[in-house]
């Protein structure tokens, strides 16, 4: 399975984005999906989850209320909408797909190769 992901751009602070992530290959329904992201100088951390057989969701508290996660089987497309964006939020952003659902990146196999969020105040 190859991850794609994309729609990363330059947005104003109090703005929106739609990630995407497309899989090359199908996303099984034991699949779990989730976006991470990684600042400048910092760690890459957890924002989302999805389980895939259930829409069952999962956030971290930095960004809950303020992005959603989505998934689109027919398509074979995972969505991560941004809303309310903050400078701190600038980072490059990561699907990533596992079968655990988890919040830790070793539970995630496969990765994308990431989409560059920038944040203007």
């Known amino acids: 399975v190859q991850l794609q992901a994309s729609g990363g751009g330059l947005v104003q602070a109090g703005g929106s984005l739609r990630l995407s992530c497309a899989a090359s290959?199908?996303?099984?329904?034991?699949?779990?999906m989730g976006w991470f992201r990684q600042a400048p100088g910092k760690e890459r951390e957890f924002l989302a989850a999805i389980r895939w057989s259930t829409g069952r969701t999962l956030y971290a508290d930095s960004v809950k209320g303020r992005f959603t996660i989505s998934g689109d089987s027919r398509k074979n497309t995972l969505q991560l909408q941004m809303n309310s964006l903050k400078p701190e939020d600038t980072a490059v952003y990561y699907c990533a797909r596992g079968s655990q659902y988890s919040t830790q990146q070793s539970d995630y196999t496969f990765w994308g190769q990431g989409t560059l969020v920038t944040v203007s105040s």
């Open positions: 290959g199908r996303i099984f329904s034991s699949s779990v």
